[in-house]
């Protein structure tokens, strides 16, 4: 058995594709009109349609108990041209316990998209700012081989 893809059910396919294209800058690598496949994998798939597979109108939006995650290399970049976006943040820019910093906005559909800082860009940011290796593998609580790939 092998996971395919994601799918979000979305309410309105052309504000969702212009979304995901604009903010994230993902592409429609496969359309079958209902359904379609972007960049990276992910599904979208309108309402209509999936009320008819799964047969029921009892579907709602918004809930808090699943994300999309992707992870930017230029972090600060992404979050600067985020601002240029009529986006809802379900938070601003945290910092998790890890060093790694995160950013959570909303899809028009209230999904819930988190973006966060590449991981060994977080590993780098600590070396660059003098922390020595063994610092930075407490800090990130890490094993010294990933800090070490990290310094090459």
């Known amino acids: 058995m092998k996971l395919k893809n994601p799918m979000l059910i ?8 212009e979304f995901y294209k604009k903010v994230f800058r993902l592409h ?33 939006f918004g809930g808090c108990n699943f994300e999309i995650y992707f992870e930017e290399d230029n972090f600060d970049e992404f979050t600067e041209k985020l601002k240029n976006f009529d986006v809802e943040y379900v938070h601003p820019i945290i910092e998790h316990p890890w060093g790694q910093r995160v950013v959570r906005i909303y899809d028009p559909d209230k999904h819930i998209i988190e973006v966060g800082e590449n991981i060994k860009s977080v590993c780098r940011r600590f070396l660059e700012s003098g922390m020595t290796p063994e610092q930075v593998a407490k800090r990130m609580d890490v094993p010294m081989k990933f800090v070490n790939g990290c310094m090459r």
Do not use: C, P, R, Y
């Open 10 to 17: 979305v309410t309105d396919m052309d504000k969702s594709v």
């Open 28 to 60: 429609v690598t496969m359309d079958f009109g209902a359904n379609k496949t972007l960049t990276g994998g992910l599904v979208l798939q309108t309402l209509e349609s999936w009320k008819e597979f799964i047969d029921t109108d009892d579907i709602s």
